[in-house]
Nanobody, 125 residues
Framework: QPQLVESGGGLVQPGGSLRLSCAASGFTLDDYSIGWFRQAPGREREGVQCITSEGKENPADAVRGRFTISRDNAKNTVYLQMNSLKPEDTGVYYC???????????????????WGQGTQVTVSS
């Protein structure tokens, strides 16, 4: 069955970097838009970055210039490179897939049908 699995989370100091991976199994990512979302305790899930099947990005203002998304269709994986991390970046990070062939990807959870289980990112000294 189709599945998304995140990895790469952990504890990092402010100013540090992490790279998250979102690996697909049971289907190919080629035609999917992939979004990264995060959720901190007591807060709603929010969009962080996303990438269309054509490679167009749509970063949230809070991470613009710091978080870069990329996809490797040969490895069936999407990556989120996070630099200059801040304590407010702490949360559970989820990747999600949208099979709709849209020219732009959404920062809202609504169009995404397939979700991973999440990986914890903690930014703290």
């Amino acid at each position: 069955q189709p599945q998304l699995v995140e990895s790469g989370g952990g504890l990092v100091q402010p100013g540090g970097s992490l790279r998250l991976s979102c690996a697909a199994s049971g289907f190919t990512l080629d035609d999917y838009s992939i979004g990264w979302f995060r959720q901190a305790p007591g807060r709603e899930r929010e969009g962080v970055q996303c990438i269309t099947s054509e490679g167009k990005e749509n970063p949230a203002d809070a991470v613009r210039g710091r978080f870069t998304i990329s996809r490797d269709n040969a490895k069936n994986t999407v990556y989120l490179q996070m630099n200059s991390l801040k304590p407010e970046d702490t949360g559970v990070y989820y990747c999600a897939g949208d099979a709709g062939k849209n020219p732009f990807c959404s920062g809202s959870p609504t169009p995404y049908e397939l979700w991973g289980q999440g990986t914890q990112v903690t930014v703290s000294s």
